[in-house]
């Protein structure tokens, strides 16, 4: 993949981790819906919000970041976040009886994967 196309995947990866990180501090029921969860109560509330609003647009700035010239080291950071959120869901479901989330596995993995070429790739290519 040229690395202009490259660029343009990570940043609309960027985009929409981003967009959902707002999303859940502006609709975070319909946000948590979209992943399965109901949108809790009280202190649970504020960790639910708080956590995966900081986990998403992290994410996704750290892309949108790593997306421009000179900075594709960027993207091994939410590479590995996103990654890791793949390992963990594993083990929730190995160790704690959730149920096995394979699409989401399957999107935390391949986007994993792809920011991790990209930083190679672009880091590269200067």
Sequence with gaps: MPTARLRLVVTVLGAFFALQGLGWLVLPERVA??????LLDGL????????????????GVAMLIGSRPGRAAVLYFPAALIGCAAVTRTLAWLLHGADFAAQFIAVEILTA???????VRLDAAG
């Design 33 to 38: 819906g979209s992943l399965g969860m109901p």
């Design 44 to 59: 649970a509330r504020s960790t639910q919000i708080g956590d995966f609003a900081a986990f998403f647009l992290t994410a």
């Design 113 to 119: 994967l792809v920011l991790y070429r990209a930083a």
